[in-house]
């Protein structure tokens, strides 16, 4: 399958555009505009090219670092059984304390970023991924502090 942003090549104002979104994903259109030195309907323009071509797949928020401080995070490397990588993925996604899954290479098949209110549902979820059909094993860390975000 050809993603439809495989011939896309973003020019200094896309860049430019998309940096903006990464630091602050709500700023409102006037405010890109302004900061950029176009007018909004060239931001809204490009905005809506970006999200049709899937460079842009989605507007989201980034949690506070207190708010956070306060969650139980984990990374929870997983070794998959042969042939098991699309059900388990299924089944993980199903988790809502599952926050991102990434395909990797290496010792492990999958990273599970995971967050929870407590250390007693962290130990739960850990034991429900291993439980889930195709996990051969996990290998858990508890995220201690973040150190950089972009």
């Not at 970023?113 to 059909?133: K, L, Q």
């Amino acid at each position: 399958m050809i993603s439809q942003t495989d011939n896309f090549q973003p020019d200094d104002l896309d860049i430019a555009l998309l940096r903006l979104l990464e630091a602050d994903s709500r700023l409102p259109t006037v405010t890109l505009a302004k900061r950029l030195g176009v007018s909004r309907t060239t931001v809204q323009a490009r905005l809506e090219r970006l999200v049709s071509r899937g460079v842009i797949t989605a507007f989201t928020i980034r949690l506070d670092e207190d708010y956070l401080a306060r969650r139980i995070q984990g990374h929870v490397a997983i070794t998959l059984l042969p042939k098991a990588a699309r059900q388990v993925e299924t089944r993980l996604k199903a988790m809502p304390q599952v926050r991102q899954l990434y395909a990797v290479s290496g010792p492990f098949d999958m990273i599970a970023v995971v967050s929870t209110e407590s250390i007693a549902e962290m130990n739960r979820v850990i034991d429900d991924i291993g439980a889930v059909e195709g996990v051969e094993r996990t290998n858990s860390s508890i995220i201690l502090s973040q150190r950089l975000a972009r």
